[in-house]
């Protein structure tokens, strides 16, 4: 018996518990196909001579790992206890080796750091944050995304073991592909003869782990799953989505009255999840006299709420369990009938949605998998399902990127050093064409954009300009630059909107009729004058929705245009940066103030007006923002300073009312200044504050009509420290306007006024905000 009939004996025999000492553990059956099939897949994988019959009680132990290596269990306990003796067993090695162990997070980082480093006292074995050049068997923990970010002097350190711990997938065909991960172990691959062992949970990626190890093409072949499914695949004629929908609800109800066993239910979005409980819910179905239960998983649920249903369906407490497409559900949640339903799920060239391949992994042996779609479909699934559809890397869209940094880095200095990046990082994907070609067309679109320049077969990357303060070296939107000194915050908002960044906001009849509609709500501020009709009309409205809060109130408002009210608010921010930097290069003064006060408002995602930011103390609406306004308290400073007492008189509230507001606002930060005036005319003005916090100070003086920029600085300012301190040589008389700003609270502005005559400097209080300081 040689070592692969041997092997294929052991697992076997262990069956539901197989554990192997290399392959992992893996439950088939025994017949001709099956071993054959078995024997492909073990053809990439490093055997042991020390391979025992442990008939599924205990775990051999792996010992010193000399190739390449895919560990797979579902059991965690058997992972962590795999990836222990990996490490420990180089406790003892003449040759000091060198591990590095990639884990999912930073908090699993955190936790296996700690543990290790208290399991490795009594070793020889040291747990570094780093690897060195030190002459010590060393053990690093860490992220591919931390791992990535090190220098390329300590990325280069020889490494002779790599464990990657509690991978699911190395392929395109999860929801989330570990990009960092794909990059991490490819750098390792190309600079470094290392071996690798990469534990998994997964039966289904076991193909693609060995054959990326063995630098084969990765295909995730179905048939070799150990999961011996039966598959059926209801085709059914679309005449419109209600019918359809319809027709597939009477497909799943038929499935169900077949079956007593629990059923697992993929719809394509939450509506259609909670319709199909629903209908299913009212058919009132029965097995040995207890109702059929069913439940709900949305991205929307809440984390404990999902536990929760997670647990109960595990216990078989719920029957029907309908999950949208896009939930990354706990893979340890298994089912005896799986139905996919509609179309949705043949999208491979899409890493945003998860494949067939990964919802056949909630499967038990033996179970049953119903597949409902269109009839134009069921050819596409049926080769799906037998093997005939190739996995794409995601990378190939992000590949110009990732060629930059290392060419930056100095690590790609050639054609043939960017293909052998380019192969190494699509893990031999195919791609739509050749990748001598790919590179080809890859290097010609960094050539022509400047990015690189290459001579005599050498890449090198093209010089950056240096960064440069003065305005006519800095590229900022023409729209910017058309802002004016005199112009209003809604002349500034109406230009900004037509920046470039904003062109890519497509407008369709039915966004015209949303945004036209909304703009009736009167918590817009600005309206519009006009029809909506152009891109720029259309992130003006946006803006005034997302600032406004109006679709909070609107009874319709489709989710892409929230989605496009973020985006907008995003971009704006940026843009708005380059408006305060221009403005300030300019000395302008109003158009600053402006800029400023659109800055904070969209960090905060609301206007800074009274009638916007009171609301945000629990008791007060828009009715007592107007009250209070009208009594002179325009700020949540100037309430704060106000007497408890006298803010219950005037919102005719009781006690202790007041007590509570003032209790609200103790976390808010409060600026004090004060200004003295020096025997040679020169005004010292000083602000401290209370809490650490980021400031920003504007002075300006002004003579008659004509307003001149004295100073702008934005700084953190520590607790109990002067923020600002500024000597100005002034006239007698003078009028000096100081504002202190927070970007990122609204409502605590201080204004002041100070008048400078007859050697004398008086300070009067501006609590009105930008208007009444200017």
Known sequence: MNSEEELFHIIRKCRQEAISSELGFLDTRNNAREQTALSTELSSFSFSSDIADTNGCEPARYGHITQSTVLVSNDPSRRQRAVEEIILSYKDSARKKKILCFVEDADKKKDETRKWKAKTKSTDIECVEEIDKKNKTQVCITTPEEWLAMDTEKRNTLVDTVIVDGVSSLSSSTARPDTSLELSLSFLQRKQNAVFAIVTMEYDNISVLSKWLSSNRPVHRLDSSPRQIKTKIIGTYKTNTFAFDGALNKDILREITQDSNDFLVFCPTKKNAVQTALYIDKQDIRHKGKRLSTAVLHDGTPLVERRQLEEMYAKRQIRLLCVTRTLDLDPEIKTDCLILKDSWCFAPRTPQKLDVAQLLAHTRPESRVTVLTEKKNVKKYNELLNMKQEIRSALEKTAKEHVMDEIAAGEIRTAADTALFVKATLFGATLE????????????????????????????????RRKSTSPDKRTVDDHVEKVEDEDSLRDILWKLSYASVFRVLGITQYDKRCLTSIQKNRKIKYKMKGKINTAGDKAFCLLQVALSGAYLSADVFPQKLKAEAEFVCREMKKTVDDLVW?????????????????????????????????????????????????????????????????????????????????????????????????????????VETKTETAVRVLVWECEGSKRSLRCFLSETVQKDAEAFEKSFVCRSPAVFYFSVLSPVFLGIDEHRKIVVSNGKANTLVCDGGFKSAG
């Open 582 to 686: 221009l403005c300030t290069e300019r000395s302008y003064t109003t158009g600053l103030r402006n800029s400023l006060e659109l800055s904070a408002s969209l960090h905060c995602r609301r206007w800074n007006s009274p009638e916007f930011f009171f609301p945000q103390i629990d008791g007060i609406g828009e009715t007592y923002s107007e009250t209070l306004v009208k009594n002179g308290i325009c700020s949540l400073s100037a309430l704060k300073r106000t007497d408890p007492r006298t803010t219950e008189l005037l919102l005719k509230r009781k006690t202790p009312f007041g007590n509570t507001v003032l209790k609200l606002l103790e976390h808010l930060p409060v600026f004090s200044l004060t200004a003295t005036l020096s025997s040679k005319l020169s005004l010292r003005c000083t």
């Open 433 to 464: 064409t050749p990748h001598e070609r790919y590179v080809e067309r890859l290097l010609a679109e960094l050539c022509q954009s400047k990015q690189i320049t290459i001579s005599g077969g050498k890449i090198t990357p093209a010089e950056k």
